[in-house]
């Protein structure tokens, strides 16, 4: 059984940073997609972060420059290192792996930011 499971989210001032945690279970992590997604308060779940296998990544404009994803395969985990986070950044994230049509998702973690 596939299981993601992020940490690391909580409470940051605006200008601060969190480094947000993903970890797998059940599956060979190196041959996983993994990408971040992000859902605000009244919002849509929308895509963050991707890095392939290969370790190609991508950004939504919203985050260039400020975030980075990584990925750790002999840790089993991607990461997504948020930096300058900003009130607009407050969302539940989530962690979304996918191989093949196969796709999985974390719980998600809450990420406040607010002074």
């Known amino acids: 059984q596939v299981q993601l499971v992020e940490s690391g989210g909580g409470l940051v001032q605006p200008g601060g940073s969190l480094r947000l945690s993903c970890a797998a279970s059940g599956i060979s992590f190196s041959i996983l997609n993994m990408k971040w997604y992000r859902q605000g308060p009244g919002k849509q779940r929308e895509l963050v972060a991707f890095i392939s296998r290969g370790s190609t990544t991508t950004y939504a404009d919203s985050v260039k420059g400020r975030f980075t994803i990584s990925r750790d395969n002999a840790k089993n985990t991607a990461y997504l290192q948020m930096n300058n986070l900003k009130p607009e950044d407050t969302a539940i994230y989530f962690c979304?792996?996918?191989?093949?049509?196969?796709?999985?998702w974390g719980q998600g973690t809450q990420v406040t930011v607010s002074s």
């Open positions: 979304n792996a996918n191989f093949a049509y196969n796709v999985y």
